[in-house]
């Protein structure tokens, strides 16, 4: 499975946008990139996942270049509520389980 | 709309106490999987299982044993629980097949082994 690097936290104000990069050098052919949020005290929910270019949806948006050696996920105008880990994970749909990594710590504040 | 529970959020033992932790889920899963949570140390892989009966270790397996009797029914059990093993714990599972791995998590049990 390919290895990915993300940063440990990130800080921001509500209202910003917020984008969060993954690094994962090795991804291989079949690997997609799937993004996952987890909630104090919560387990972690799927939030969403892409191939390449570009994926939007209700929650967030998800941004891969051509070369797909990294990835963004972006966050439109954050609120308090959106104070979460963010876990990057990279493999292919028979990759069971995928693994999580330590993610990026979100602190949203008012 | 999947969903996942576990038999307890908080779990207080004494050290040397066999603890069992159950997990459900109600969607014909055929996957399941036990995690760890600790400061730090991100989400740690103990065991999953991909079939009624079968299992398979993860990263940190030493100290743990599991069980799948029913495909909706995944339990952990901690033999003689120790101190090092007070943790949340995680449950998860997930179909197989083309475009299905994303998993589907439990809301945690908090276990204190004193």
């Known amino acids: 499975l390919a290895k990915t690097t993300q940063p440990i936290s990130m800080d921001s104000y509500e209202g910003q946008e917020v984008n969060i990069t993954c690094s994962h050098n090795?991804?291989?052919?079949?690997?997609?990139i799937t993004w996952y949020q987890q909630f104090p005290s919560q387990g972690p929910r799927f939030i969403i996942q892409?191939?390449?270019t570009k994926v939007t949806n209700e929650v967030a948006s998800l941004f891969i270049p051509a070369d797909r050696k990294s990835s963004t996920l972006s966050l439109p105008r954050v609120s308090l509520s959106d104070t979460a880990v963010y876990y990057c994970?990279?493999?292919?749909?028979?990759?069971?389980?995928?693994?999580f990594g330590k993610g990026t710590r979100l602190s949203v504040i008012a | 709309d999947v969903k996942v529970t576990q038999s307890s959020r908080y779990l207080v033992k004494r050290t040397g106490e066999k603890v069992f932790l159950e997990c459900v889920q109600d969607?014909?899963?055929?996957?399941m999987f036990w995690y760890r949570q600790d400061p730090g140390l991100g989400l740690r892989l103990i065991y999953f299982s991909y079939d009624v009966k079968m299992k398979e270790k993860g990263d940190i397996p030493e100290g743990y044993s599991v069980s799948r009797e029913k495909k909706e029914r995944f339990s952990l059990i901690l033999e003689s629980a120790s101190t090092n093993q007070t943790s949340m714990y995680l449950c998860?599972?997930?179909?197989?097949?083309?475009?299905?791995?994303?998993?589907?998590f439990g809301p945690g049990t908090r276990l204190t082994v004193l």
């Open positions: 994970l990279v493999g292919a749909w028979e990759d069971t389980p995928l693994v």
């Open positions: 892409g191939y390449k």
């Open positions: 969607m014909d899963h055929e996957n």
């Open positions: 090795n991804i291989a052919t079949n690997d997609y």
């Open positions: 998860a599972s997930s179909l197989t097949g083309e475009g299905h791995n994303e998993q589907f």
